[in-house]
């Protein structure tokens, strides 16, 4: 059975960083383009950064670049979220979830998800 599972989350201070992983089962992550979504409450899902199939071309929403770095790791069927210089506007409910194809912004052209992992950046 095909199943992504999200790790890593959890609370930090401001400037602080978090590594969360999108574990998969089931099926070979590299096949896929994973993108990783974030919820806030009471605000749309918003998309903060995809990687392509086969190790291919990254993308990132433009209030993450340069201090979110997303990776795979193909012997461990995971993609993982490096998350630097966080700001409590990166609170929210992170999600991971895969498509065929390249990337793109749009979540409703992913049809896999994982279960959500809570990020919370608060002094």
């Known amino acids: 059975q095909a199943q992504l599972v999200e790790s890593g989350g959890g609370s930090v201070q401001p400037g602080g960083s978090l590594r969360l992983s999108c574990a998969a089962s089931?099926?070979?992550?590299?096949?896929?383009?994973v993108g990783w979504f974030r919820q806030a409450p009471g605000k749309e899902r918003e998309g903060v950064s995809c990687?392509?199939?086969?190790?291919?071309?990254?993308d990132y929403a433009d209030s993450v670049k340069g201090r979110f770095t997303i990776s795979r790791d193909n012997a461990a069927n995971t993609v993982y979220l490096q998350m630097n210089s966080l700001k409590p506007e990166d609170t929210g409910v992170y999600y991971c979830?895969?498509?065929?194809?390249?990337?793109?912004?749009?979540?409703?052209?992913?049809?896999?998800w994982g279960q959500g992992t809570q990020v919370t950046v608060s002094s």
């Open positions: 979830a895969t498509r065929s194809g390249w990337c793109v912004r749009d979540s409703v052209l992913f049809l896999d």
């Open positions: 089931g099926f070979t992550l590299n096949y896929y383009s």
């Open positions: 990687i392509s199939s086969s190790d291919g071309p990254t």
